[in-house]
């Protein structure tokens, strides 16, 4: 008798119900928070290429703060380290509840995506490294063309008007949630140089704070947020880059619910804080980072420049085959099967659109080519010029399934029993179909009825004068 075969996995198939909901609610406020993003990075290319370009140097270098506390800083400074905070606590709200509750729970079915998101972010680099190193130039930005700006993205589904099936959707914040781990891993360990330790050691025990009064059930905005800046301001004086204090308070709170809440801490508080990050923190950051002069020689210095190019390649090329790469090496090795419903060139137009590196490559540029202004200008617009490349290419891919997406989408919606409840998370269900067989007979009923008045009607209509 024959061993009986072990069931294979599927890859991009059906989230549970409440996943779905979740994933549906927080990528509603992305992408309406993507939208803003790309309307500030258009005013600050704008702000920044006109007659008036004096007045956007003259703000984003504004400095404001107490110097007593070493906050004396710049407009731009503020909203790079300071609402980038913001930012990256989101992100670990997002990460926390992935290791929890979302698809990084299971290790089985995190292996994918995991697996994705290194090779999305190892290719980058290495394409990096081989173009900047065959042209003699910095390695500093190996970094740059690693990230994946999940806001960007989906504004982008949103202006080209193309309805990506959950699953889909769902790899791609997943993607995304793993790329923000390994940023803020990069910034840490990469980008800090001298360390005040008494700064940090207080930092730390602010962080043991926050989270024993976690623990102990302590309740009120006044007690965590002055508690937050405080961490945050220890946390930037100590010479780790000030984002960390955000991802490490991020990840303390709560992300599985008890018997009694319809909501964990995290969601709640995600709910309330993701709206300030994707419409406010992020677009004031891209306001003051993204202006760069835009003018044909800058645009040829992207080209023909090592690092430029390195970080153009390196977002196009590296992310599409990284991503891609990795993903369908991952599901061979695991003997994972793709949903029926999509084929690989899904996944393909997916890892193009992963190259949007935008608020992450712009942050990992500042920082590592500080010692440099022009170069930083130049990485920027690199930045910029990648991203739309890759958004225009995978928009071109995602279009030519778009009919397809669509009827997944409309099939994913469809409730004929108008009980709250996709109909496709209840056809295993019987009672379900006891529904749906009272609900046509229902209809037959009243067509039957209506049939035989019109008939009646006709009848007298029909009869002697």
């Not at 056809?427 to 209506?450: F, G, N, S, T, V």
Request: a neutral charge; one cysteine or more; charged letters at 20%.
């Amino acid at each position: 008798m024959a061993a009986p075969k072990n069931r294979r996995s599927v890859f991009l198939g059906r989230l549970p119900l409440p996943e779905r909901n979740y994933l549906a609610d927080a990528l509603r406020t992305e992408t309406v928070g993507g939208v803003i993003l790309l309307v500030a990075a258009v005013a600050a290319l704008l702000w920044a290429n006109t007659p008036v370009r004096e007045s956007y140097e003259t703000v984003r270098t504004f400095h404001v703060g107490p110097s007593s506390l070493g906050l004396n800083l710049s407009l731009q400074h503020w909203a790079a380290d300071g609402l980038l905070a913001v930012f990256f606590f989101v992100a670990g709200i997002e990460l926390k509840r992935e290791l929890v509750a979302g698809e990084l729970r299971d290790p089985k079915a995190a292996a994918l995506p995991v697996v994705a998101a290194i090779c999305g972010m190892a290719a980058p680099a290495l394409v990096y490294f081989t173009v900047a190193g065959s042209g003699n130039g910095s390695l500093a930005g190996w970094a740059v063309p690693t990230a994946t700006d999940i806001a960007f993205a989906l504004a982008v589904l949103a202006v080209i008007g193309t309805a990506l099936p959950s699953a889909l959707r769902a790899f791609l914040l997943t993607l995304a949630v793993v790329d923000d781990l390994f940023a803020i891993l990069i910034i840490a360990i990469f980008f800090t140089s001298k360390l005040n330790f008494a700064a940090l050691g207080f930092a730390v025990l602010g962080l043991a704070v926050f989270w024993l009064l976690l623990r102990k059930g302590v309740r009120g905005w006044y007690v965590y947020v002055p508690l937050a800046l405080v961490n945050w301001a220890l946390m930037y004086n100590s010479g780790v880059h000030a984002t960390i204090a955000g991802v490490a308070m991020g990840l303390m709170l709560r992300c599985t619910r008890r018997d009694d809440e319809q909501q964990s801490p995290g969601e709640h508080i995600e709910h309330l804080v993701r709206p300030l990050s994707a419409g406010l923190a992020v677009p004031l950051f891209a306001l003051f980072s993204a202006g760069v002069a835009v003018t044909g020689g800058a645009l040829s210095e992207v080209f023909t420049r090592p690092e430029t190019l390195g970080v153009v390649l390196g977002l196009v090329l590296g992310k599409a085959v990284g991503v891609f790469g990795g993903t369908w090496a991952a599901a061979r090795f695991t003997r994972a099967e793709l949903n029926p419903d999509l084929k690989w060139p899904d996944v393909l137009a997916v890892a193009s659109l992963a190259g949007i590196g935008f608020t992450v490559s712009l942050l990992i540029g500042e920082l590592a080519f500080s010692d440099d202004a022009v170069l930083v200008g130049e990485i920027k617009a690199a930045v910029l010029v990648g991203s739309l490349i890759a958004a225009v290419l995978a928009s071109s891919l995602l279009k030519l399934r778009d009919n397809k997406y669509k009827k997944l989408c409309a099939e994913e919606d469809r409730d004929d029993d108008e009980d709250g409840i996709p109909d496709v998370y209840e056809q295993d269900d019987p009672e379900y179909h006891l529904r749906m067989a009272a609900r046509y007979e229902a209809k037959a009923a009243a067509h039957r009825k209506l049939a035989q008045v019109a008939s009646e009607r006709t009848a007298q209509s029909n009869g002697p004068a």
